[in-house]
């Protein structure tokens, strides 16, 4: 067997870090509602724009049944993680 050398792994680490960054702000989100005792809902749709080739998705993070987050994103779990952090920078981190 021969053993590979030089820096292949570095783009492999840096997207799973990004992927467990991002997850971060959701998980994060969670956690403040819970600890905090509020309620927290993420509501996901497709957008009507949204083509078979190219989908679209709308997230709402609504904070005690009140709009306090949206975002678009390619794929559900990254319109989720854009809400997530925008909710984080605006509501948490204020």
Not at 50 to 60: K, R
Not at 68 to 81: F, L, M, P, S, V
Request: proline residues 3%; contains cysteine; negative net charge.
């Amino acid at each position: 067997y021969e053993i590979m050398s030089g820096d292949w792994s570095s783009d492999v680490c840096s997207s799973d870090l990004i992927e467990h960054t991002e997850r971060d702000f959701k998980s994060r989100v969670l956690e403040w509602s819970q600890k905090n005792k509020r309620n927290v809902t993420f509501i996901t749709n497709e957008t009507p724009e949204s083509l078979p080739h190219n989908p679209q998705f709308v997230t709402v993070i609504k904070l005690d049944d009140a709009d306090a987050a949206t975002a678009i994103g390619r794929n559900k779990k990254r319109a989720e993680q854009k809400a997530a952090k925008m909710f984080f920078d605006e509501i948490i981190e204020k």
